[in-house]
Nanobody, 124 residues
Framework: QVQLVESGGGLVQAGGSLRLSCAAS????????MGWFRQAPGKEREFVGG????????SYADSVKGRFTISRDRDKNTVYLQMNSLKPEDTAVYYC?????????????????WGQGTQVTVSS
């Protein structure tokens, strides 16, 4: 059973940056593609970005492309989401997830393991 714990959320002004971390345990980290999702109040949880199991491939939602970067550290069993040029519309609870396969996955159903989420609030 894979456990995921996110950290790094908080309050930031528009134009600022945050880095989210997601520490994985209980499984073989290098086997899973990882993803980040977010959910704003009253909205569906949406895909933000994903990274393949070896880190060689990444993919992003159009809304964050060029501003957010996903990376992973195999030695630390951790995946990161670097968020730059933050906008008020980025405000949401951000979730880390581990996929059931090694290549980038886009659908929620492809991710059987989820963290508890971390709040990101961007003020205007």
């Amino acid at each position: 059973q894979v456990q995921l714990v996110e950290s790094g959320g908080g309050l930031v002004q528009a134009g600022g940056s945050l880095r989210l971390s997601c520490a994985a345990s209980g499984g073989t980290f290098s086997m899973y593609a990882m993803g980040w999702f977010r959910q704003a109040p009253g909205k569906e949880r949406e895909f933000v970005g994903g990274i393949s199991r070896n880190g060689g491939s990444t993919s992003y939602a159009d809304s964050v492309k060029g501003r957010f970067t996903i990376s992973r550290d195999r030695d630390k069993n951790t995946v990161y989401l670097q968020m730059n040029s933050l906008k008020p519309e980025d405000t949401a609870v951000y979730y880390c997830a581990a996929a059931s396969r090694g290549w980038v996955a886009y659908r929620r159903n492809d991710y059987p393991y989820w963290g508890q989420g971390t709040q990101v609030t961007v003020s205007s």
